[in-house]
């Protein structure tokens, strides 16, 4: 596997905290992902990263966290972002209990077996990865007609951008997925 094009070694040694951090991946997933990895070279942009990245896919909202792993996918494969997909694609398999969702909605999310709340998530996710100028207020209201709120909407909208910069990262320094990440939840 080639390495990835920003090659900076992670401070040695970790903060006591981003250490417990790391120690608390390896404990649930069983290796720190190459994310956290990439940005250990600088504590305060992993934690920066970190923060949003708990508080976007972990804190509290209207959208269930495999809805916000959904959406992940989605915006990555209209990146084509390969880590992410990797990545949130297992996380789909974990959270959904089906094998096969993570690569549906990664191909074409349109075939996926989802409700049509979910449906028109991606949807908005989508067209704000295309053309994030083009969303109008008709896209708002039918989120709402599917049961989002205005604070679901930004949680969306959120999740969005968030894997739209990070895809965006991740794809210019040839980031790579973790091995593990394959054959979870499978």
Avoid: W
């Avoid at 404990?27 to 940005?39: H, M």
């Avoid at 896919?57 to 494969?77: D, F, N, T, Y």
């Amino acid at each position: 596997m080639n390495p990835t094009a920003l090659d900076l070694p992670p401070l040695d040694p970790l903060p006591a905290e981003t250490q417990r951090y790391f120690d608390i991946c390896v404990e649930k997933l069983g290796f720190v992902p190459n994310v956290l990895r990439a940005y250990a070279f600088d504590v305060d942009k992993l934690n920066a990263f970190t923060g949003m990245y708990n508080d976007l896919m972990l804190a509290p909202s209207g959208l269930s966290k495999l809805e916000r792993e959904m959406v992940a996918v989605a915006v990555s494969a209209e990146n084509r972002c390969f880590y992410c997909l990797v990545a949130h694609g297992a996380a789909v398999r974990q959270l959904s209990g089906d094998p096969a969702l993570g690569e549906m909605i990664a191909m074409n999310y349109r075939v996926a077996p989802i409700d049509a709340r979910q449906r028109a998530m991606l949807d908005f996710a989508v067209q704000m990865t295309r053309a994030s100028a083009t969303i109008q207020e008709t896209e708002r209201t039918a989120l709402r007609a599917h049961g989002l709120t205005d604070r679901d909407i930004f949680d969306l909208a959120s999740v969005a951008g968030f894997f739209n910069m990070t895809n965006r990262v991740a794809s210019a320094i040839a980031m790579q997925p973790n091995p593990e990440y394959h054959g979870q939840a499978r």
